[in-house]
């Protein structure tokens, strides 16, 4: 099978860490196709750096799909465009904050979620709401920019040590969400430190990915995820229009 791993964010040296994450657990017989995306943010902070995101996004899970790729993963924790491109797709896409939660609810009751700025706890904490989280997950912020994980000059790992300290002695956690893509290549590292599970969203995404596929499953394509109605689009947008985009 070929899974494709989008980087919704333009930052090339964030998808090489990601697409490290991917291959280092996916079967032999999986073909890991890392993108990152041709147009949007170099990072994603917030809802604004989001909303222009998902074009490009998109425009990858088009190709990815029309060239045979069996599932799509979206690499970036706020499951950035997420049931766009579900709509848009066929093929299985897994967000990695969904794939994350859903992994860790099988090991631990209590867990916390460890994101990197402020502006992202809110819409992560929405996430955990939406997929029936609140009860067990807390969600915390080091205050540190994405870009600043790849910086070996700034204190941004040790921040994210900090919280971590703060997550399991405040809130009694019994696993450690890592609540960015760009920490994909520190779960092995961070688990031994603190002798907790630590879970990375786009290793999760690459094992319920292979799954879906496995047992033969497509997004449902009737009702909430059903393939977008054919109409003109517009502006800067036309090329956004379904049939547009059937054509990729």
Do not use: W
């Amino acid at each position: 099978m070929r899974i494709l791993v989008v980087n919704p964010n333009t930052t090339r040296s964030m998808t090489a860490t990601i697409a490290d994450a991917a291959h280092r657990v996916a079967n032999p017989g999986t073909e890991i196709v890392a993108v990152t995306s041709s147009m949007g943010p170099v990072s994603i902070e917030g809802y604004y750096d989001e909303a222009f995101a998902v074009p490009g996004l998109l425009v990858e899970i088009a190709r990815a799909e029309k060239a045979g790729a069996s599932a799509a993963i979206i690499a970036c924790f706020d499951d950035t465009g997420l049931d766009a491109a579900r709509a848009l797709a066929h093929m299985p896409v897994i967000g990695i904050c969904e794939a994350a939660l859903a992994a860790t609810s099988f090991i631990a009751q209590r867990f916390s979620i460890v994101t990197t700025m402020e502006r992202s706890r809110l819409p992560l904490e929405h996430l955990v709401h939406r997929y029936g989280m609140s009860g067990r997950a807390k969600v915390r912020a080091a205050d540190i920019p994405v870009l600043s994980l790849e910086d070996p000059q700034s204190n941004a790992r040790d921040r994210l040590r900090n919280e971590i300290a703060v997550a399991l002695r405040e809130d009694k956690a019994e696993a450690i969400v890592l609540g960015c893509a760009g920490m994909a290549d520190l779960t092995a590292e961070l688990g031994r430190e603190f002798g907790v599970p630590v879970i990375d969203g786009v290793a999760a995404a690459v094992k319920q990915a292979e799954a879906l596929v496995a047992l033969g499953l497509s997004t449902a394509k009737r009702g909430a995820y059903a393939s977008p109605i054919n109409k003109t689009y517009t502006g800067a947008l036309e090329a956004f229009a379904p049939a547009v985009m059937a054509g990729i």
